[in-house]
C-alpha cells in the first residue's frame, strides 16, 4: 500500500515555448464557474463587456496573459477566451478565476466545478478556501465553500461518479490538489450531491515530505468488501529510512444521510 510520491517544480505540458506557466490548459474547453461572467474586449475590468455569461458555459482559452489581477485574496491572470453565442463566435478576455480550474460531468447531465474561492494571508502564509457547484443548463443548483484548498497557481484533478452504494447519494465529485513539490498538498477532497446539496464529505491524508509520507485508501459500500451506508478508510504513514516506524489504521465512516461519521 506504501506509495512513492515524485515531486517536480512544473509538469513538462504545462510550461509554454516562452517559459511561461500555462495554470489553465490552452486551446481546450473550460467552463465559467460564477455567474453572470464578463467576457471583456480588453484585459481589465473597466473595458467594454462583449458578452455576459451564465454558469457552466464553455469557453475556450487561447492565450494566457501577463496580466494579473487579485480578488478575494486570489491572484490569477487574465485569459483571451473564444465561445459562441447565439451562434455567433465571439472573442474577449476573462479573468482566470471565473474560470473554473477543474470541471466533471455526470451521466445525468450536470457540471461540477471545481476552483479556489478565497485566499487570507496571515504570517506569511495564505490560507485558501476551494469552491464547487453544480449547475445544469446554466443555472447553479448548488455550491459549497470550504475551508480547505490551494490558490490559482496550482493544479488539480478532478472526477465524479455516480453514489457508489450509498444510500441518497447520486454522484460523488473528488477532487485533487497537485502542488509539486515538498510538503504541498497532495490529498483529495470528496463532495456528495444528494440531487438537492452539495456536502463536503471528507479529506484525506495522503501527502509526502521526504521521507516523511502518508497514504488513505477506501471502500465504498458498492466496492468488492464493502459496507452498507460505510466507507472503510485504511491509512498508512511513515518514514521511507525507518521501515519500523510505518503505522496502518482501518476504520469505518458511515453515512448518516447528512455527514460522514467515524465509527467508534
Known amino acids: ?3 512513492v510520491f515524485l515531486f517536480a517544480v512544473f509538469s513538462a505540458g504545462l510550461i509554454a ?19 453572470k461572467v464578463r467576457v471583456r474586449v480588453e484585459a481589465d475590468t473597466n473595458a467594454a463587456v462583449v458578452a455576459e455569461l451564465p454558469i457552466a458555459t464553455e469557453l475556450v482559452p487561447i492565450r494566457q496573459t501577463d496580466q494579473m489581477m487579485t480578488q478575494n485574496g486570489i491572484e490569477a491572470p487574465w485569459y483571451e477566451v473564444t465561445l459562441k453565442r447565439d451562434g455567433k463566435k465571439l472573442q474577449g478576455f476573462v479573468w482566470g478565476n471565473l474560470i473554473a480550474k477543474a470541471s466533471a460531468k455526470s451521466k445525468g447531465g450536470l457540471t461540477f466545478l471545481f476552483g479556489p474561492a478565497a485566499g487570507k494571508k496571515s504570517d506569511g502564509y495564505t ?5 464547487v457547484r453544480v449547475a445544469k443548463a446554466g443555472k447553479e443548483l448548488a455550491k459549497v465553500e470550504i475551508n480547505e484548498g490551494v490558490g490559482f497557481l ?7 461518479t455516480d453514489g457508489r452504494g450509498l444510500t441518497g447519494v447520486e454522484n460523488i465529485f473528488t477532487a485533487k490538489y497537485i502542488q509539486e513539490y515538498c510538503a504541498g498538498k497532495n490529498n483529495t477532497i470528496f463532495i456528495f450531491w444528494t440531487g438537492e446539496k452539495l456536502v463536503f464529505a471528507h479529506s484525506t491524508i495522503d501527502g509526502a ?10 471502500v465504498f459500500p458498492a466496492d468488492k468488501g464493502g459496507v452498507k451506508d460505510h466507507i472503510v478508510v485504511r491509512t498508512e504513514h511513515g518514514d521511507h529510512d525507518d521501515p519500523k516506524s510505518v503505522k496502518k489504521e482501518k476504520y469505518l465512516l458511515k453515512w448518516n444521510g447528512t455527514k460522514l461519521e467515524k465509527k467508534k
Open 209 to 218: 515530505d521526504a521521507p516523511y509520507y502518508a497514504s488513505e485508501e477506501q
Open 1 to 3: 500500500m506504501k506509495r
Open 154 to 160: 496550482s493544479k488539480e484533478e478532478v472526477k465524479v
Open 127 to 131: 490560507a485558501y478556501t476551494s469552491q
Open 17 to 35: 515555448q516562452d517559459n511561461q506557466v500555462q495554470y489553465l490548459n490552452l486551446n481546450k474547453p473550460h467552463y465559467t464557474i460564477g455567474n
